[in-house]
């Protein structure tokens, strides 16, 4: 994509950022809401890839479900000419690879500080169902402010949805990897968990805890290799904060932190003085228990129910009968009753709705709001319209509630969307101080333009004449005008003009406001061809606006006269 090119009329491309095997990233420039952006393209090649295609959506689908400002804000998504596009917040900084190189090693406060908000961002998506499953540091930007920012979804999943990687396919970066990952088994939220768990040890080490020649040898590191430990690099380091990484990268899932709050929970704490006696953390054994074979008692239920019939005459052993019957009746009744209960308890839960914040819809269109109020299950309210010089028309201003507010799903959130800059009357400037009117015109949005000519009725910078007409309605923020602004008189006596061009004299003539008559005489001398040799008014002569100005210029060719106005060129 070429430098300068504007995608679908309005993203102006500038640069590339970086290039991968799904999509290009670019700076661009957004020309309604003056800003940078950054806009994934799908690559062309990859188009009629049905797969690529629903993987470059699924990730625009994922980044419209989340909001938190640890993870990239999604503005637009769209297609121009075929091309498959998003348009996102543009980070100003590094990628958390590109930092660690220049900063390791780093300190346990930084380390931990940086996690910290990493484990927020990932958080959020879990909370709305989404596994990650390429967490990396080459997903986690950091701005110039040092606030982590975690993008690229692309091949990010809904819990709800398959869950499984393909067979000898290994979904994501090999370094960072989950054991099951590399097995191609199914993926949790205990997937990030241990990819955050890489992502710390890389922090505090400075490198990767497993390494090889080829893919496949790291994947098998990931699933049969202990977890170097962290005192070989550092035999300072605090156990508490050793164990973080530890419960993150167990090999059995079910031995990790079950959600990434529990974990932050323990990073929190894990520089805290107290801790500082922890032991190291030690996965618990899970024994599973051994079947057991029952022995045959169908002799001993003989002999049992033989024995019964001396004891007992037939009476009691119908009474007994009955009674068994009737208790396994309640018993089921009971649980019949129980399962309708917990049916009717489910169902109502996932009828409530849940609470979801309000998406960031100004500068969108209606459209695009609708689209993103969709993704969370929200609802278009009222939408009312006024004028606003900030935000071109049909774009949405205000929202009520306001972005950020927690509401429930299915609330209807109403719209405010601008008529575009109002329309006012221009005005009449003449005979006004061009410098206090300009000042004036340019704070409400109108671009000012100059051109000063003498007068002798027109005091020196006093606007003479303007391009617009006093009465017409115009939008301010969207308007030119050129205002004529007077030099004063004259008064200055006439220039020696002689050797002047025809060019020359008419620039004069014009600067001056001078009608000019030009007559043309055959010379001998080469060095009077197409130059001044004669002029009335003489030199030193005071003229005014509107006197004329004759000059001779000498010519090899044709002789006569002419009449120049001031305008013309």
Known sequence: MRAGYAINGRYQVIKTLGEGGMANVYLAHDLILDRDVAVKLLRLDLRDDSAAVRRF????????????????????????????????????????????????????????????????????????????????????????????????????IAVAEETMTRTNTLMGSVHYISPEQARGSMITQQSDIYSLGIILFELLTGHVPYDGETAVSIALKHYRSQMPSLRKDDPDIPQALENVVLHATAKDRRERYQSVTEMQLDLETCLDPKRKDALPWRPKKIVEEETKVLPDLSEKLAKSDLELEKTLDLGKISQVTKKAKVKSFKRRYLIGIGCVLVIILLSYFYLIPKDVSVPALKGLSQKQALQ????????????????????????????????????????????????????????????????????????????????ERYSDSVAKGEIIAQSIAAKKKVALSETTVTFTVSKGQNLAGMTDLSGFSLKEVKAYARECGLELIVKKVKVTSSEEVDTVIAQDPPVGTFVQEGDVLEVTIGTKGATGSKYYKQEEE
Request: hydrophobic letters at 35%; a positive charge.
């Open 57 to 156: 959506h699924r990730e625009a689908d994922s980044l419209i479900k989340l909001d938190d400002p640890h993870i990239v804000d999604i503005f637009d998504i769209g297609e121009d000419q075929g091309m498959q596009y998003i348009v996102m917040e543009y980070v100003k900084g590094m990628d958390l690879k590109r930092y660690i190189a220049q900063n390791a090693p780093l300190s346990y406060e930084k380390a931990v500080a940086i996690m910290n908000q990493i484990l927020v961002a990932v958080r959020e998506a879990h909370q709305h169902g989404i596994v990650h499953r390429d967490l990396k540091p080459q997903n986690i930007l950091l701005d110039e402010a040092g606030n982590v920012k975690i993008t690229d979804f692309g091949i990010a």
């Open 372 to 451: 993103l109020l969709e993704a969370k299950q929200l609802e278009i309210g009222k939408i009312t319209y006024q004028y606003d010089k900030n935000y071109p028309k049909g774009q949405v201003t205000f929202t009520s509630p306001q972005k950020g507010t927690t509401v429930k799903q299915n609330t209807k959130i109403a719209l405010t969307l601008s008529k575009g800059a109002p329309l006012v009357t221009f005005g009449d400037y003449r005979r006004r101080n061009y410098t206090d009117v300009s000042r004036r015109l340019r704070k409400q949005g109108v671009v000012v333009k100059k051109e």
